[in-house]
């Protein structure tokens, strides 16, 4: 099986601009995931879709959204960029339908840099 | 809330020496644990799991014991190699939070292995 993929693997923008980050998940999963990678922060959950609909979120502000769509590809949105912005956002996907906890598989990440 | 402790790095070991990095956790459930490497300029792989007390995850010569009373998950290896070279982290995840996809980190430990 494919693993997940992120696209675009890297990204430069400025402040106040906004971007999108794209994921899609092992070929059958239906969740995915989202964190962000910082090296003050570490590693924080974004948020999780399964299924179309946002089922988790973590501790960010409403800057960052996202959707997933019905092959349950996902995008996630940035908007307003700040500098602190900058840093690895990865993507895991699992299968989402067990009801105990379930193996997270990551993508490579996109490293967005804001200037 | 859920937190995941590791020992301070780096750690820098020479090739066939042991390993151990401490990873504590605090949660309110019975989590499952997890043991990600994160390779130079790459996602996140699965290195091991254990889901309950006593668990004993392996996988590349790691292992991992879930130990409940006193709220570890030790990674070990025998003798490491130059390859083993990369940044570790410790997770959890905790059904009573109801976000089963949910992955609490620690900060990592960057582990350097010299010849």
């Known amino acids: 099986k494919a693993g997940v993929t992120q696209t675009p693997r890297y990204l430069i923008k400025t402040r106040g601009q906004q971007v999108t980050l794209s994921c899609s998940p092992i070929s059958g999963h239906r969740s995915v995931s989202w964190y962000q990678q910082t090296p003050g922060q570490g590693l924080q959950f974004l948020f999780e879709?399964?299924?179309?609909?946002?089922?988790n979120k973590g501790n960010f502000p409403g800057r960052f959204s996202g959707r997933q769509f019905s092959n349950s590809r996902s995008e996630m949105n940035v908007s307003t960029l700040e500098l602190g912005d900058s840093a690895l956002y990865l993507c895991?996907?699992?299968?989402?339908?067990?009801?105990?906890?379930?193996?997270?598989?990551f993508g490579p990440g996109t490293r967005l840099l804001v200037l | 809330g859920d937190s995941v402790t590791q020992m301070e790095g780096p750690v820098t070991l020479s090739e066939e020496a042991f390993l151990t990095i401490n990873c504590t956790y605090t949660?309110?459930?019975?989590?499952?644990l997890f043991w990600y490497v994160q390779y130079p300029g790459e996602g996140l792989q699965l290195l091991l799991k254990a889901t309950k007390a006593d668990d004993k995850g392996s996988n590349k010569g790691f292992e991992a014991t879930y130990r409940k009373e006193t709220t570890s998950f030790h990674l070990e290896k025998g003798s490491v190699q130059v390859s083993d070279s990369a940044v570790y982290f410790c997770a959890l995840s905790d059904p009573s939070t109801g976000a089963n996809s949910k992955l609490t980190f620690g900060k990592g430990i960057t582990l350097s292995v010299r010849p």
């Open positions: 895991a996907s699992s299968p989402g339908t067990g009801t105990g906890i379930e193996t997270q598989y």
């Open positions: 879709y399964f299924s179309e609909t946002q089922r």
């Open positions: 949660a309110t459930g019975y989590p499952s």
